[in-house]
């Protein structure tokens, strides 16, 4: 079954049918599209009814069959329809998503409309040459989630809880830098009904400050890092202006105290709960999984759109940046309403990072795909960066005007206005006219009926029954964090005054934030230390920070490391004065009649030294090995990404070897179609539509052209569709027919060949098909340096 599909390991787009461009008649011919031209940004315009969002969940459907993962921008809440897939086709897989309102309409109960609508789906589909297995496919191919921000309907979305600091290379890039820190601060002000100009308000200087203070020292931020960092800035002066005259402490209070009614409003408690906004884990699993991830806003107001869209583009910038260049498409962004976040005048915040994304993302291998219902909606700094047009049926002759010219001007000289204007006229439901900077001329074809049940709207009731397994699995996987996984442990004894030690011994006291009329403290070794992994042949210096501690119980006799825990904090955030009236449980005699942590210092040493490794993966066989902290599914990404770029290289050399041979064989068959067209024979077997096999058109699109254009077919054509008088038996009839039909197989055997030769690249390069072995680095002796080891006291209740 998987053959059933040729055009899926040629990395084809199948978006629907190919109509004649002036007959507008409906061909055979499969509208087959190079997922690779995506890389260049595609624009879908067409107002409601014309199906555009049908075609959207098309090129996200094929995006998922060729293991391209997807993040969905979904203001409208369509896109969810994406989720409703059912291989099995039965009518109780569709009578949960009837509408009972519509099934009344039809004056039918739910039950026998959902016999209806599965039928329905089930003829559709057959009719475009799909089926249940392919619906399989789709399934089985990626993980779908719908992530519902500021709310708990789906998977909640933790945006207030960090603003991540970007990578070196990012930092290293100031207009993107600046960019990224402007619709930031403007995003976060306009939470708070601050409208500033990032030139004037005092207000965006001080936040935009701050972040590229933190950033640049590479820091994260949270939003309660940050509103401290309000009242109390790490810097002295604003430009050339003392700190309190540029903006004064009570003034930065007022701002502080803003922004923190926004973290105390349970209204924002959604916003820093859920999973993080880490882009490579939304996009890939930990396995390193393709993923599809819809982020439905339509719940949230304007303000909170803007806001989180805002957030979502800055997050992607920074994620695509630290990316390898691909000239194959990797990771697609789909927005299915670019309405008020892209327009031609205003700057609202989104406006920045789309356009930058617009503009840089084609050299990561990364497409950006905007919907909207007419053409004034996108700026026109942005038009520039999109290579394909998909332009359905508009709302006015005004919005016709807009596009004609362009189109025209695409078709370089072979399209007149007056046609493409009566083509954009006469624009039905689900047809598109596609204008491509990688095709000759526009296109015209019409959508395919899509393997997701397209019910409309997804209500927050829908995402909370889509979303229900899949949250339970999520909050599994998450575990507990690192404070929560501490084992309990008994205390030894009741808590006194603080023990008398030896003057070597370095002590420091862990105040947690807590409430209590009694504040008592538990003894733990804690255990610091630079261990550094050097190999100069893999180009590996790295140096990590290792700190473990071991709980001091009564019954302690010697440090086991083995069972360290990460304390969860670092030394900044602890105290070397013990507090007054604080308890203290008793230390173990082996630890209390200490003089000194030498000993204990070189335990921890041989510990690191004989158990520390820089694990590793490589694949077996080849070079290709991970870096340090790369996790095995990221590994699994950048090698599917390296044989990506591999196979197309080899498809490419493909192409060029049987480019000439298809080239001639068609010249031959143009040539004997006219010959046919002379000699007026009735051939009746013989039409348009069925000169072009399936597969013949699909390896035309593998070359990046038509296999014979429908124009060319529909001329040379003309007199075999006519009804002829010549006798069937004049012989040079006979062998002009017999010669279409031996170039006719000819190129129908070619095009299998070509599949056969395209399947076996694919076989090749398929991850499934390497080994993934593990090898690992040791430390040297020298290599473990800066050890420390302290007595530490933290706080319990």
């Known amino acids: 079954m998987e053959n059933q599909y040729p055009y899926e390991k040629l990395g084809l787009l199948y978006l629907g049918r190919e109509m004649d461009l002036r007959s507008g008649q409906a061909l055979e011919l499969p509208f087959l599209y190079k ?49 409703l897939t059912f291989p099995e086709l039965q009518p109780e897989d569709f009578i949960p998503w009837i509408d009972p309102a519509e099934a009344a309409g ?146 930065r209070m007022s701002l502080a105290m803003s922004l923190n009614n926004i973290l105390a409003s349970p209204t924002f408690a959604a916003w820093t709960e859920g999973v993080p906004l880490d882009i490579q884990r939304i996009l890939y699993s930990e396995e390193g999984r393709p993923q599809t991830a819809i982020f439905s806003i339509a719940h949230l107001s304007e303000t909170e759109r803007m806001f989180f869209v805002t957030m979502l583009l800055n997050q992607f910038t920074g994620w695509m940046r630290r990316q390898q260049g691909s000239a194959s498409l990797k990771a697609l962004l789909y927005m299915d309403e670019i309405f008020g976040y892209f327009p031609p005048t205003a700057n609202p915040p989104s406006k920045k990072p789309m356009l930058l994304l617009l503009k840089q993302a084609r050299a990561y291998g990364v497409g950006i795909v905007l919907a909207t219902q007419n053409p004034v909606d996108l700026d026109y700094k942005g038009l520039s960066n999109i290579g394909s047009w998909f332009i359905g049926r508009l709302q006015t002759s005004q919005d016709q005007d807009r596009v004609v010219e362009g189109i025209v001007g695409a078709g370089d000289g072979h399209l007149d206005a007056r046609l493409v204007r009566n083509l954009l006229s006469d624009m039905k439901s689900r047809q598109f006219l596609l204008n491509s900077a990688h095709m000759d001329e526009p296109t015209l074809f019409e959508t395919r009926w899509v393997m997701s049940y397209l019910k409309g709207p997804i209500s927050k009731n829908d995402i909370t029954k889509l979303m229900k397994g899949r949250k339970d699995r999520l909050s599994a996987a998450g575990g507990e964090s690192n404070m929560e996984s501490v084992a309990a442990v008994s205390r030894n004894g009741a808590a006194g005054p603080p023990p008398l030690l030896g003057g070597n011994i370095e002590q420091l006291y862990y105040l947690q934030n807590m409430v209590s009329d009694e504040i008592n403290f538990e003894p733990y070794l804690w255990g610091r230390a630079s261990v550094r992994y050097f190999n100069n042949r893999r180009n590996i210096d790295v140096v990590q920070e290792v700190s473990l501690r071991l709980y001091l119980d009564e019954d302690f006799k010697r440090a086991d490391w083995e069972n360290g825990e990460e304390p969860g904090y670092g030394t900044e955030e602890c105290v070397s004065a013990p507090p007054e009236n604080g308890g203290f449980y008793p230390l173990p005699a082996s630890i209390a009649g200490l003089r000194s942590m030498t000993n204990l210092k070189k335990e921890f040493s041989d510990f690191l030294y004989q158990n520390r490794r820089q694990e590793l993966f490589r694949i077996k066989g080849t070079s290709f090995e991970s870096t340090p902290d790369e996790s095995l599914g990221d590994f699994r990404v950048r090698f599917s990404d390296s044989l990506r770029e591999q196979k197309e290289d080899a498809v490419e050399k493909l192409r060029e070897k049987y480019e000439l041979k298809q080239e001639r064989i068609e010249k031959k068959l143009q040539t004997a179609l006219h010959r046919l067209e002379k000699e007026k024979v009735d051939v009746k077997t013989k039409t348009t539509d069925s000169l072009i096999s399936f597969g013949v058109a699909v390896v035309g699109a593998f070359f990046g052209r038509k296999a014979l254009s429908a124009s060319t077919i529909g001329k040379a054509a003309t007199g075999m569709r006519s009804v002829g008088r010549v006798a069937k038996e004049r012989s040079d009839v006979k062998r002009a027919e017999e010669n279409v039909l031996a170039l006719q197989q000819e190129l129908d055997d070619l095009s299998v060949e070509i599949e056969e030769r395209v399947t076996e690249l694919a076989e090749q390069y398929s991850i499934d098909n390497c080994e993934i072995e593990t090898f690992s680095i040791k430390p040297r002796r020298s290599d473990i340096f800066d050890v420390h080891m302290v007595l530490l006291w933290e706080m319990v209740a």
């Open 35 to 83: 997922n690779k031209y995506l890389t260049t940004h595609a624009a879908i315009i067409g107002m409601t009814g014309s199906g555009k969002t049908g075609l959207g969940v098309a090129l996200i459907e094929e995006a998922i069959m060729d293991n391209i993962p997807s993040i969905i921008i979904d203001p409208k809440g369509d896109m969810g329809n994406l989720l």
């Open 106 to 251: 039809k004056e039918m109960s739910v039950p026998e409309y959902g016999e209806k609508v599965a039928a329905s789906w089930k003829k559709g589909l057959a009719s475009w040459g799909q089926g249940p297995e392919r619906i399989r496919q789709l399934r089985t191919r990626t993980d779908m989630t719908i992530y519902t921000p500021g709310s708990t309907a789906g998977v909640p979305v933790s945006v207030l809880s960090s603003f991540k600091a970007p990578s070196e290379a990012l930092l290293a890039d100031t207009d993107t830098l600046n960019s990224l820190v402007n619709s930031t601060t403007t995003t976060l002000l306009s939470l708070i009904d601050i409208k500033g100009d990032p030139l004037q308000s005092r207000e965006h200087i001080l936040l935009s400050s701050l972040l590229l203070h933190f950033w640049r020292k590479g820091e994260d931020l949270s939003l309660e890092n940050l509103i401290g960092a309000i009242v109390n800035p790490p810097f002295d002066k604003v430009g050339v202006f003392g700190l309190d005259a540029f903006y004064n402490q009570s003034q």
